[in-house]
């Protein structure tokens, strides 16, 4: 039965209505918050994987001049030095020559970009296609 303390205590379709739009903008509001703070976390941390991976590739350049050093060093110690540097020298270019050989034939085998097998397969695909609808 409908008695006024009823009637109270139960609200109408209305306010049922707008307070359960509140609670979903309160949700979703609070949803956005958590996913800003979440994204600003990562790309904090990613910024701090970034500095770290740049210092070391400085620090492995270093390592990679005195590894350097110290093989033109240990040759000096048969040889005089400007002959250990020498040698050292010619180990690197020719090191960088063969990477460097094989980057423009890499370069090559991908150039230019364009995917020339899938192309040829849709030509064939068409033709079929145009052969079949012809037989009908």
Do not use: C, D, Y
């Amino acid at each position: 039965m409908h008695t006024p303390e009823t009637e109270h205590e139960t609200p109408g379709l209305g306010a049922t209505v707008k307070s359960v739009s509140e609670r979903a903008s309160t949700l979703v509001r609070l949803e956005l918050e958590l996913a800003a703070l979440e994204l600003k976390r990562k790309v904090a941390s990613l910024a701090v994987g970034i500095g770290l991976l740049v210092t070391t590739a400085v620090l492995m350049l270093f390592v990679l001049g005195f590894g350097l050093a110290t093989i033109a060093a240990g040759i000096a110690t048969a040889l005089p030095w400007w002959a250990s540097l020498l040698i050292v020298t010619g180990g690197l270019l020719l090191v960088a020559a063969v990477l460097g050989l094989l980057g423009v034939k890499a370069v090559k085998k991908g150039t230019p970009p364009v995917p020339e097998q899938a192309f040829e397969e849709a030509k064939r695909t068409s033709a079929a296609l145009k052969g079949s609808n012809g037989r009908h």
